[in-house]
């Protein structure tokens, strides 16, 4: 019986490992090693951080780099304040059937691939696309007008994408929330802002970072949002990654690059989780 | 009536109803309650306590009536600004506070200065008897502790009335005797006026001034503790307070009052309508409380009481203080329960034995049949 119990763990925890060993650790081992070789000659190549002051001393990259971290930050931040009300609406309002249905909405989305989603934004924001006209039709602007290619235009597809993201892990935390305990807020005589920001917030913290993280991890590593929907001063980090592994075929300076990301990622992560009081097993769990 | 003294009463029902679509869950309730008194709703599951209760609060619009605080209608004031405050059946205090701004939030909210807060919170905690414990996270307490802390809570605020809905629900049995008392003392010392709900008789007796006995979202009858267990006005109250021996029968005599019933198995049995005006011939239901019936191993120390009669212990219910046997009447008829005195007289009863036994006409209260009235709980 006992020994039958481990082979069973070990048969189910084999594909989880597989998947974390093969797919996760050996990678990066290998990314952070090819970051940091430099090649000296053909075929050879000796151990230096060259590519990470390539990195530093190139000041395109630099700015590219700090934008999409704000700007990934700013399409979070826009995901949770527009994510926050209908997950409370969802979770807290809605009833039954209604409950259900919205749930459904939020998915519906992520029933087509991204690309399709996208190209659905680019339909609707182009110079010919459906807003133009519209705008044209009411009379409110003369000419065609190019919504596209602006970093407005991709931070609402960037919010569009996490939105599932955002709204999933808020409406299961703030479904925990007893319903009298909101109650009870009222009848000490709380007022709405304060109940929100003294009772429902606090207990949907959790829920708001594991959200948070989610969203802008995915916002950081998107390449297919910034490339079609932003304009041409729109650079995404990932595509300065993909240029130099697929259009430089200079490996060792795109495996540095990823590796700066991993360390924003990381950085942004912890000092949300240390701004917030939380752990990560308290938000995943 | 309660219309002609205005202040005198913290709280006014008038001809409260709800209706959930159609089905009414609140009929035409009305009350007063005193400044000052402990006012309990007792009733079973799904009776509408609890409607009640969050109307009152606010939470809930009534279909019609009339709510007044201190003789003023609050119909129109929301829920946190109605000078009430609730205890919460599961208590629902802040997880996310600590007890100390647990307590100073209502005081918060209210704009009060920040060490003004600390000393009446400081203050709070002395007197539910947990000083100290401010700094406490709240599931870092005991039942009984949350409890104070979750009164505690509402009381700073000094409201006008505390609405209690089933409070000590959650705790176990000794704790739950031992709150009863306390719950009494807070009261007494705060002074406040409280409403309380419960489905547990002797809660409701033991700490009210006056209990409303509530069924399907009416009030059966409003009286103190001791009317309603002496003087049951309904069958339902007569079977809801306290147990009793119920027998179903029909009326064979009917004089000044007193009842000569014949029960369905047969029994010949003595009981009074007090002011009911039970007819002969009509059908009946009887109420006799196992410690109205008095017991004796000697006919003639009975001699005194109409319902005498003799039986055999069939079943003994040892519980300590609360003892009770069931005896078979030798006349035949239903079994009867019969409360044992715990002097020592009877601690060698067995089964076998046979008791002489009988009660007082008027100990046993008779109501006309009405079936949809008559509770569903089995009387035993
Ligand atoms: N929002 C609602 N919609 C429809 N029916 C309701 C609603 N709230 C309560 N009811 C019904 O009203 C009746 C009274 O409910 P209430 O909660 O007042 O009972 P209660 O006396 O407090 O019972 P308990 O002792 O179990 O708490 C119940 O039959 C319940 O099903
Ligand atoms: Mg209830």
Redesign the pocket.
Known sequence: MRAGNKLALILLLTPLLLWIGLLIIIPHIDMFLVSIRERVGVGKYQISLANYWTFLGEPLYLVTFARTAIMSVLATVLTLIIGFPVAFFIAKIAKGRLQSSLFLLCLVPFWVSELVRTFGWMILLRETGLISNLLQWLGLVDGPVELLYNDVAMIVGLVYTSMLFMVVPLVTTLESLDDSIIEAGYDLGGSTVSITREIIIPHAMPGIVSGSIVVFMLSLGNYLTPTMLGGKDSLWFTELIYSQFIVRFNWELGAAFGFMLLILSSAIIWLLLKLTGQTLEKTMT | MTRDTPGSADLECLALC?Q??A?T??DHVSFAVPSGSFFSIL????????????MIAGF?EPSSGDIRIKSKSVLDVPPNKRPVNMVF?HLALFPMMNIADNIGYGLRRQGMAKPEIGRKVDEALERIGLPGIGKRKVDELSGGQKQRVAIARCLVLEPDVLLL??PLGALDLKLREHMKVELKALQAAFGTTFVY?T?DQSEALVMSDQIAV?NH?RFEQVGSGRELYYRPETAFVAGFVGDSNRWKGRVTRAESGLLQITTQAGLQVTGADHGRGLATGDQAELFVRPEAIRISRQAEDLSHLENRMSGQVTTLLFNGADSRAILEPQTGGDPIEVALPQSGEYADLKRGDVLHFAWAGDQANAFAVNDQAAPSLEAQ
Do not use: N, W, Y
């Open positions: 709800k959930f679509d089905f869950a609140v009733g079973p599951s799904g009776c509408g306590k609890t409607t009640i209760m969050r809930l059946q809905d089933e709900i489905h509530m979202g």
